[in-house]
């Protein structure tokens, strides 16, 4: 089961959080995006290959720190191809380096569009007599508000891969509530999704209790987050909203179940432009983002104590 893998990591690590590999260009330390601009010029290749660069750079640094890490498609996307060769490359080197691999791609549609997503990120694709694994990560994020349809192609899949996903249920943006705070019958549609979630896969669970398909809900709202922990015992959660968009470690910590498991944390530009913040220019980005991946890790340990 892909997702006791995932807190098999967790737990080694004493970590239950994920560094987001979300890169601009500008998040790139200068002298990175130097010399890939000297090489290719200030180009798409150019842009991308520094951002491959620093993706690296960071993963050597954070190897030993985080059990897992979360290239999110649409800043590769934005590079045209050569982005996303990036990403696949970030995606290799990661599983080099022990790296739990979660492609945040949001994918939602349904039949056989669904299932090419599906066979394209976590299975095999066709070709000829062969079977041939593209970007084969181990987690993707998946919009199921078209239903079951968009969420099941992927399920057999992990099923078949031993793969896991993360469906948004209640996520960390202002305006979610314009949506998944509505009134559905004697629930709300979060609930509803949350639900549906479980219900989906409640019938494959791992050593620790947790089924196939995971959760993204957000930190930013922490009553609901301990509301859907209590309600979704079989479910792992994927948490955004720490850091930056104002989550706290103390709002996190009720994502996780009594013995500290069952949810990981995730952060993406305080480690990434943490090298912003130190006066040298990106010299030492490394050691900047190994600190700040630190320092989430303490801080969420006041809390959660893994066991």
């Not at 290749?45 to 640094?61: P, S």
């Not at 079951?148 to 399920?155: G, K, Y």
């Not at 549906?196 to 050593?207: A, E, I, M, N, P």
């Amino acid at each position: 089961m892909s997702f006791d893998h995932l807190q098999d990591l967790i737990k080694a690590k004493k970590n239950p959080t994920v560094a987001g590999l979300d890169p601009k260009p500008e998040y790139v330390p200068p002298h990175i995006r130097k010399a890939s601009y000297d090489k290719y010029g200030e180009t798409l290749e150019g842009a991308a290959d520094a951002i491959l660069q620093f993706n690296k750079g960071l993963m050597d640094a954070l190897c030993d720190v985080v059990p897992a890490v979360k290239p999110q498609a649409a800043y590769y996307e934005k590079l045209g191809w050569q982005g996303m060769k990036a990403m696949e490359e970030t995606i290799r080197y990661a599983r080099e380096k022990g790296l739990f691999v979660i492609a945040d791609i949001k994918r939602g549609d349904i039949g056989s569009t669904a299932q090419a997503y599906s066979d394209g990120w976590l299975g095999k694709t066709q070709v000829g007599d062969k079977l041939l694994p593209a970007f084969d990560v181990d987690c993707v994020t998946v919009n199921g508000y078209m239903g079951s349809d968009a969420i099941n192609p992927f399920l057999e899949t992990c099923q078949a891969e031993d793969k896991c996903i993360f469906t948004l249920v209640k996520t960390s943006n202002p305006s979610s509530s314009e949506l998944q705070d509505m009134v559905a019958g004697d629930r709300v549609v979060y609930q509803v999704m949350g639900d549906l979630t479980q219900r989906l896969s409640r019938d494959d669970l791992g050593k620790y209790g947790y089924t196939r398909a995971g959760a993204v809900v957000g930190a930013t709202y922490p009553s609901d987050l301990r509301a859907l922990r209590k309600r979704l015992e079989h479910t792992f959660f994927l948490v955004p909203g720490y850091g930056a968009q104002g989550g706290t470690a103390e709002d996190v910590q009720y994502a996780f179940d009594k013995y500290g498991r069952g949810a990981i944390v995730n952060a993406s530009r305080s480690i990434m432009c943490a090298w912003q913040k130190t006066g040298k220019d990106g010299m030492d980005y490394q050691d900047a983002a190994r600190a700040a991946a630190e320092a989430m890790r303490d801080d969420i340990r006041q809390f959660v104590t893994i066991l």
